[in-house]
Nanobody, 112 residues
Framework: QVQLVESGGGLVQAGGSLRLSCAAS????????MGWYRQASGKQRELVAH???????KYADSVKGRFTISRDNAENTVYLQMNSLKPEDAAVYYC??????WGQGTQVTVSS
């Protein structure tokens, strides 16, 4: 079992920044890829970004150039730096890891 605990969500004005963190614990030897998904009200959950333990990354087109994913393998933590936030970025952000583990989610609200 793997436990994922997110932190860092909140309310920010459009154009502002937030940094999300996700700490993994448990059977972390099974984790290769960690990342972030988001789900806005009334919409399907979608990939935001993920990163392998080797450093390979994938981003959704909508966040490229604004969001940066990083990872501290020693601390088993993945981060999502979100800059130039837009109202359409508002959602519940979920940490995810390979083998299908999810965090509880953290709310990001962007005011226009």
């Amino acid at each position: 079992q793997v436990q994922l605990v997110e932190s860092g969500g909140g309310l920010v004005q459009a154009g502002g920044s937030l940094r999300l963190s996700c700490a993994a614990s448990g059977s972390i030897f099974s984790i290769n890829v960690m990342g972030w998904y988001r789900q806005a009200s009334g919409k399907q959950r979608e990939l935001v970004a993920h990163m392998s333990s080797g450093g390979s990354t994938k981003y959704a087109d909508s966040v490229k150039g604004r969001f940066t994913i990083s990872r501290d393998n020693a601390e088993n933590t993945v981060y999502l730096q979100m800059n130039s936030l837009k109202p359409e970025d508002a959602a519940v952000y979920y940490c995810w890891s390979s083998r299908g583990y999810w965090g509880q989610g953290t709310q990001v609200t962007v005011s226009s």
